[in-house]
Every structure is written in structure tokens, then in C-alpha cells.
């Protein structure tokens, strides 16, 4: 969601803080804004819409020479998208950004004066606050303690203050937040692509800890107790976040799909087994049951998971969506694993779940696609996806990549009972699986050309049975998230217990029908629709007569590998009709790449 970026040093402040900004457009934002202290000066430029704005409004500001400065990129969550509601937030002679939100911001309104206040945002508060504590204490970074003991909620944080020009004060709480150094250049984001290239090494800030830095010092501390900062070199190379010549982002990690599949695959297929580094048999015993909790896209994946587990493991599982497991009033039993998954590992919900789990002793999970990110180091086991750095908002790689871990996780499961030949042929399918997910040019192109008659219509269906319900509930989403057409997932078989009343030639299905796992079934839930005259596209290995459209699949030994093939079919037709309707398919209307809050 929003974004962070903080500098310390003596380089051209502004073009870093744009430039870092530009690295986390991918997360969502609907406006922007810098604040600069140099030579006592603090010089504000704040935008609305893309960063553009940002730049052309602020082509004065910023210079050479020692100075701090804090970025931000704002998605809406107190206030409409407007220049006072953009942060950084203003006081007399301090400026403030802020991620998450300040849960007792109406409090502390009211406690502070009222009409100094001139946004609607909850950032605000703590400006306000600050320069009040300031009052009331000599020493800035007391001030600045006494300010974030009052805050409920989540939040990162970067402040800047005349009373201490040289400083940023920092502070995180289930929000992300990093500070790296390189000599006596000090840098702040809320992920790793800003610092990439500038920071040598990185600490990746845990709930609870604060501080503040200057130049050549960070000191840090948490519970009133300073403490040393863990560093780490920081060299993922920046190449792997730019497009490579493909249109956008999401196009670049479509195609990378068949890539990182086998980087999720690597050191864990053995000819024989699954193995997992990470995790030891042991962790396993006394586990009866298995709770995959997930939002969006990862739910997805959970649950494709879930029915894999079943089959293959023969241990009880169950998806949940993340926000809503929160407030049932779940019934935690101590035997069973707790599985969080997440794409950043910093999903606000997925998160507030875990922790659930953990209060109640739960054995826990995680599969994310980041490293050293909240989720992951919250839980007892981590297994990353490896799938690198996805910047379009609507996920393609993470998700394959989970799924497949997922796979690999349930064969993990099951293989002491499995027939040797059952298992034989599971490994032998995952391993098929970069080849599964390569892009024939030809079949881009079908779907190309097709898209443009799927532009119009009242709403389109995704159907399919068994794993292809929830491949079908993705198709929808994709869709819906950068095409701004009405989809709904639906299992095939449901849809004549209400659905099919909608049915006519303005009714777009999108039929999932794998020659390898209840083929008939399939078949004749289309038979039923295709006599309402739904426009029917069908995706399969096997041409089907009925179909108005039929996009073909290679004929797979594997339902898995039909899936991982369809998965590339509807990633690639969301994006194909996004792009035919003009829309930004890297950065969907309203949405954000990781949801920090609630």
C-alpha cells in the first residue's frame, strides 16, 4: 500500500527520494510528496495522482549538499485523495510519514488543539504530538519516544524536525520498515527496491523498535532499551525489477513463470522425495488437521492447497479467508498446523491471524515470497517461494509459485504412505512443470486476438470443479482487478442452484475443462449453459463442439500440469482485454501491491 523513503547524506536528496518512490509505485497510490531539511531550511512539495505531478511541482526544490529528506506514496485510508491529505504532514518545524494507521487518532485529536489540524488523515497526530512532547522535554528523540507511546495501531514512521536537523526519527510497528547504511549515508523504505544499488547493508526493523539516525550513526532500541541493529549485505540486483522489454511488468512476470517455477523446485524434488531444508519430520507429529489462512490471491492458492492435502496427505484441511478467521471466534485446537500465506509476508490480516495462532500454541507456517518480512519471522517454519521481485499489482508469479509449494508441501505430507508409483509420478510432474509454463508465442497470440471480443457484456463466469474452482475464482479476480469487468468464480456444478438465471449471449463463461480430472462433468455443466445461450470459451486439451471460443492447452499426463497451463491461459486473457480497454494492468484503480492494513 503506501509507500516510504528516507536519506541521510550529502547526495541530490530530491532525485533519490523521487527516484525511491518510483521503485514502490507498484504497491498502489493515489497521490505523493518529499519533504527536504537542508541549511535549516524544510522545503514541502506535495502531488495528487501519478508521480509525474510530483516531479513537475517540485523542479525547484533540492540541491547538492548535506541535507535528510522523507518520501511518501498515500493510498487513502483517512481522507479523500488531496494535496492536504498527501503526506508528509506539517507541524511548525517538523514534517512526518506514515504507513498503517493510528487506530487512537480521534483521541488524540481532540487532546491536542483541534484547529491547528488541516487534513483528515490520522498521520496528522503524530506531528502535532510530537512538537507538544517537545515542549515538554529538551531532548528531541525523548519527545519523539513519549510521541509514539502514545500511538495505537500499526505504523512506520520517519520524522524530520528543525530541532534536529541531521536526524530522521524512525519507528515501526506492524507496518514494514528498513534502514540501511553505506559509509555515512543513512537510507529508510518500506521494501528492499529503493535501497537497492544505493544501501550495502540492510536491517529489517521488528515490531517495536525505534530510533534515530545521522550521519554514520543508527541507534536503536526497543522497550526503552537500546539495542545493536542486525545487519545484512543487501545484493539483489536491481536488473531483476525492471521490464526487459515486455510492455509491463505483468506481461515480464508471466513469462518468467516457467523461470522461478524452478527456482521454487530447486534442492527440494529429489528423485525420490520431497525435501524440505527448512523443516524436519518431527515439526509434523501429533498434527490431525491443517488451517491454511490467506487473502486474495494467496487464499486461492490455500485452497487449491487444501484440496491437494486432502488427496494426497489424507489429513483434514481448510482455507480461510484471513479477514474473516480474525472475528469467527475460530476454534484453535492444539494439533493442528497453522499455515499463513503471503506474497510480502507484511499482509495485515494473514498477519493479525498468525499471531492468533500463535497466542493459542499453535505449530505455525508460513509460505511468502520475502524474506525477513513480518509473516516470516513471526512463524516457527518458513518456506519461501522464491519467485523474486513481482511489481504488478495483480500477482501471476507469486501465486504459481504457491501453489507449487503447496504441492510440493502435501507430497512432503504423504510420500512415506504413497505407492512408489503414485509418488513417481507426482515428482515427475512437478519437475515437468518449467516446461509446463513456458508461453508458446502462438497461443499469446490466439488470446490476443480473442480478447477483443470480450470487451463488452454484462459479466463473465469462471468455471471449473475440483482445483479448477479455485483456478477458476483466480481467472475471475485477475480480471477483475485490471480490467474493471464484473467476473465471479463459481464451481461448475452449482451454477444450475441459481447462477444459470443469468445466462444468456451477453454472459461470458470462461470454462476450465481438464481433460484429466472429471472431464464429463465439466462437459455437461457447459451443455446446460451453451442451451441458454451463454457465449462459452472453453480452455482444454480436447477441442469441445458446443464452445464459441476454444483456446487449447497441451494434453498432460498430470491435472496439475492442466491447471499450471490454464493458469497461464487466464493470466494472459486478463491482461489482453485490460490492455485492449487502455488500462495501467501494473497499477490496477484502487488497488495496492501489499495490503498493510486492515
Same mark, same amino acid.
Given at each position: ?14 532525485? $533519490? ?10 504497491? @498502489? ?123 495505537? &495501531? ?90 526487459? @522489454?515486455?510492455?509491463? $511488468? ?52 490455500? #485452497? ?49 491471524? #498468525? ?15 520475502? /524474506? ?7 512463524? /516457527? ?31 512432503? #505430507? ?42 463488452? &457484456?454484462?459479466?463473465? $463466469? $469462471? ?43 451477453? #454472459? ?40 464459441? /471460443? ?49
Amino acid at each position: 500500500m503506501c509507500g516510504i523513503v528516507g536519506y541521510i547524506g550529502s547526495r541530490n536528496i530530491k532525485e $533519490f527520494l523521487i527516484e525511491g518512490l518510483k521503485e514502490l509505485e507498484y504497491r @498502489g497510490y493515489d497521490s505523493a510528496g518529499i519533504a527536504i531539511l537542508q541549511d535549516g531550511a524544510l522545503h514541502i512539495c506535495k502531488a495528487v495522482g501519478k508521480l509525474e505531478n510530483l516531479i513537475n511541482k517540485c523542479a525547484s526544490i533540492g540541491h547538492e549538499g548535506f541535507g535528510v529528506g522523507i518520501g511518501h506514496t498515500r493510498w487513502a485510508t483517512h481522507g479523500k485523495p488531496t494535496e492536504l491529505n498527501a503526506h508528509p504532514h506539517l507541524g511548525e518545524f517538523s514534517y512526518v510519514v506514515h504507513n498503517g494507521i493510528i487506530e487512537n487518532f480521534k483521541t488524540l485529536k481532540e487532546e491536542l488543539d483541534p484547529d491547528r489540524f488541516v487534513s483528515q488523515t490520522d498521520t496528522e497526530v503524530i506531528v502535532h504530538l510530537f512538537e507538544r512532547e517537545l515542549r515538554n522535554h529538551s531532548d528531541p528523540f525523548k519527545a519523539f519516544e513519549a510521541t509514539i507511546a502514545r500511538l495505537r &495501531g500499526s505504523f512506520a514512521i520517519l520524522l524530520i524536525t528543525k530541532a534536529a536537523p541531521d536526524t530522521i526519527f524512525f519507528a515501526r510497528e506492524s507496518s514494514p520498515l528498513i534502514v540501511g547504511t553505506k559509509g555515512e549515508e543513512i537510507f529508510f523504505a518500506s521494501s528492499d527496491a529503493p535501497l537497492i544499488g544505493h544501501a550495502q547493508q540492510v536491517h529489517y526493523l521488528a515490531d517495536g523498535e525505534y530510533g534515530f539516525a545521522r550521519p554514520g550513526e543508527v541507534v536503536l532500541f526497543h522497550d526503552g532499551r537500546r539495542i545493536e541493529a542486525s545487519y545484512q549485505p543487501l545484493t539483489i540486483d536491481k536488473e531483476l525489477a525492471q521490464k526487459g @522489454g515486455y510492455r509491463f $511488468f505483468m506481461e515480464k512476470e508471466i513469462y518468467e513463470q516457467s523461470e522461478v517455477i524452478g527456482e521454487t523446485l530447486m534442492g527440494r524434488v529429489k528423485e525420490d522425495r520431497i525435501e524440505f531444508e527448512e523443516l524436519d519430520r518431527t515439526f509434523f507429529e501429533g498434527i490431525d488437521s491443517i488451517t491454511l489462512c490467506a487473502c486474495g490471491t494467496s487464499f486461492h492458492a490455500g #485452497l487449491t492447497g487444501s484440496y491437494l492435502i486432502e488427496r494426497l496427505a489424507k489429513i483434514p484441511a481448510r482455507a480461510e479467508i484471513a479477514s474473516e478467521f480474525r472475528y469467527k471466534e475460530p476454534l484453535l485446537r492444539p494439533n493442528t498446523l497453522f499455515v499463513a500465506i503471503s506474497q510480502s509476508g507484511e499482509t495485515a490480516d494473514t498477519l493479525e491471524a #498468525l499471531k492468533m495462532a500463535k497466542r493459542a500454541n499453535l505449530k505455525t507456517l508460513a509460505i511468502c515470497n520475502v /524474506d525477513n518480512s513480518s509473516i516470516v519471522r513471526l512463524a /516457527d517454519r518458513t518456506l519461501l517461494t522464491r519467485a523474486g521481485i513481482e511489481k504488478g499489482v495483480a500477482s501471476t508469479k507469486a501465486f504459481t509459485t504457491q501453489v507449487a509449494l503447496l504441492w510440493m508441501l502435501a507430497l512432503y #505430507l504423504a510420500q512415506r504412505e504413497l505407492p512408489p508409483s503414485t509418488l513417481e509420478r507426482e515428482l515427475q510432474s512437478l519437475l515437468h512443470l518449467p516446461t509446463a509454463l513456458r508461453v508458446p508465442p502462438q497461443l499469446h497470440e490466439r488470446i490476443r486476438r480473442l480478447s477483443k471480443r470480450y470487451l463488452h &457484456g454484462h459479466g463473465f $463466469f $469462471f468455471i471449473g470443479r475440483d482445483i479448477f474452482y479455485p483456478l477458476a475464482l483466480e481467472g475471475a479476480l485477475k480480471l477483475k482487478e485490471i480490467s474493471y469487468l464484473h467476473a465471479e468464480g463459481y464451481p461448475a456444478g452449482e451454477m444450475k442452484h441459481g447462477p444459470i438465471a443469468l445466462a444468456d449471449p451477453e #454472459l461470458f463463461t470462461i470454462a476450465l475443462m481438464p481433460k484429466g480430472l472429471l472431464y464429463d462433468k465439466i462437459k455437461s455443466n457447459v451443455e446446460e449453459l451453451s442451451a441458454r445461450d451463454a457465449t462459452i470459451c472453453a480452455i482444454s486439451p480436447t477441442p469441445f463442439e458446443l464452445a464459441d /471460443d476454444y483456446i487449447p492447452i497441451e494434453e498432460q499426463e498430470h491435472p496439475m500440469l492442466e491447471y499450471f497451463q490454464m493458469a497461464l491461459v487466464l493470466q494472459l486473457l486478463a491482461m489482453e482485454i485490460a490492455i485492449r480497454l487502455g488500462n495501467d494492468v501494473d497499477m490496477p484503480r484502487n488497488l495496492a501491491k501489499s495490503v498493510t492494513v486492515e
